[in-house]
């Protein structure tokens, strides 16, 4: 079912890390229209019944490209932030490092979580005009980072991986505050990361 994460808190919760009008035109403006044309399309292509990941996953079923285009393009829009705004919380909420499986991989494959952050970091500051930077979990349970442009996301783009955590690295994400310092708004972002909510998806 298309239907847009509704965020758990209220727009001024996640300051001093992203203020109240970033997340106004974030979630309010850009996911809300992303989710309203993703819908559109969906049910012009006939597939407004079948879940969003199995239709981003699906894509070449699609024969007309434009239609084709649209739904990778506002799909991943829709799709993307609700995996990005799900993982966030208030700094006085938010759990601030994982545990248990999560923890032990992490620690195998990058030695630490400060390496992964810093990992991530560079990924998403590293990526040229719109786009993210994605955590995720292969079938053998193992790690991998990636970075995507636009609204290109793991299931668009083919693969067999599963999102644990994105970074949104659209200007729209960070510009009101954060002006053109990427760096500086992907080094805050980790404050506002629920780490319980990667622990959930990397153990599903
Ligand atoms: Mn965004």
């Given amino acids: 079912m298309i239907k847009q994460y509704l965020l758990p808190y209220a727009t001024n919760a996640l300051k001093p890390v992203i203020d109240t009008a970033t997340v106004e035109t974030h979630h309010g403006k850009h996911h809300a229209a992303y989710t309203k044309t993703f819908a559109e399309l969906a049910e012009k292509a006939g597939m407004a019944d079948r879940d969003p990941v199995d239709i981003l996953k699906s894509l070449n079923e699609v024969a007309d490209e434009a239609l084709r285009t649209g739904l990778r393009n506002q799909g991943g829009g829709y799709l993307n932030h609700n995996i990005y705004f799900e993982q966030l919380r208030p700094v006085s909420e938010a ?74 690295v659209w200007e729209h994400a960070y510009y009101l505050q954060y002006r053109n310092l990427r760096a500086d708004y992907l080094k805050a972002l980790w ?11 990397y153990e599903a």
């Fill in 95 to 168: 759990k601030q490092a994982p545990e248990g499986k999560l923890l032990a991989q992490i620690k195998e494959q990058f030695g630490g979580v400060e390496e992964l952050k810093q990992e991530l970091n560079v990924l998403g500051a590293s990526q040229f005009g719109s786009g993210w930077a994605w955590l995720c979990k292969a079938p053998d349970g193992t790690l991998k980072t990636l970075k995507t442009a636009n609204q290109d996301n793991p299931y668009s783009l083919g693969t067999d991986l599963v999102p644990i955590l994105t970074l949104d």
């Fill in 191 to 201: 404050q506002v990361i629920d780490w319980s909510v990667a622990e959930a998806r």
